[in-house]
């Protein structure tokens, strides 16, 4: 388990030096292309994309600390930065998108002229091809490893692809038809379409910090443990489990007779952690409380809701 980690590890760190470059690349030719063309629609993605460099350096920044072990004074990781920089990533494009609806609606009010369209349409569809192809490795890469922070970055990359695919068809648009209000309308569904995948973001960073729980998650847990017990005859409760970003956390009480010795309710019980760790592969932490049947619900004060 553990190298298998390091190999992901090392894998996610690739992934965002290569969104780190790509957005630095980016950035440069975007910004050169709102500078000649003039088009509001160019100018947003050239917005959006100072705003991408800072959440990618922010992002890869995040990606060490999650993968820094625990310490003397962080005894459970440093994996919930995850949802901060998700977190960041979405308030950031949001404001980026803001940024957008002003420009454009300038734009209509005091005119659009637009020049050297080859140009724009070049940087935009290059940069459509970079972001499709990132965006959908990190989805797949930070679904494999289960990192929020691959899948924040991957959502990220795959709105500003349709960002430019919105650029070049208002861009084409408006070669056709000569219509230049095509540019700030685009720019504007542009932006609608930030402001959502913002608002995602933001929920789920929101949701993690506050160890919001997977439904799904927790039907597989309980369908284990239920399996599990039956088979030992014991019974359960209280289960309770979080996700910090990288590592499951698990916890429940098994309940046993009272004749079993210490030793033999422990080994029992180690044995049903592990089943359960194994079932959230790849990091999972696995506690249980023994308790006799005797003392069945006299020991919940601690923790009643
Ligand atoms: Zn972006
Ligand atoms: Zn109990």
Sequence with gaps: MQTGDVTSYDEQKKMMYFSLAA???LLGAKVAAAVVTGSSAIYSDAAESVVHFLVVCFAVWALRMVHKPADESHHFGHDKISFLSA???GAMISAAALLIFYEAIRQMIGGVRIENLGFGIMVTAGAAVINLTLGVSLLALGKRSGSLLLRANGHHLLTDVWSSVAVLVALGLYRFTGWVWW???????????ILRVGYKLIRESLGGLLDESDPIIEKRIRHLLEAEVSKRGLSYHNLRHRHSGKTHWIEFHLVFDDFLTVGQAHDEATEIEASVAALLHPDARVISHLEPKSAEHRDERWEER
């Design 183 to 193: 540019d700030p309308i685009a720019a504007i569904l542009a932006a609608i379409n």
């Design 23 to 25: 957005a630095l690349v």
């Design 87 to 89: 977190g960041f990533e």
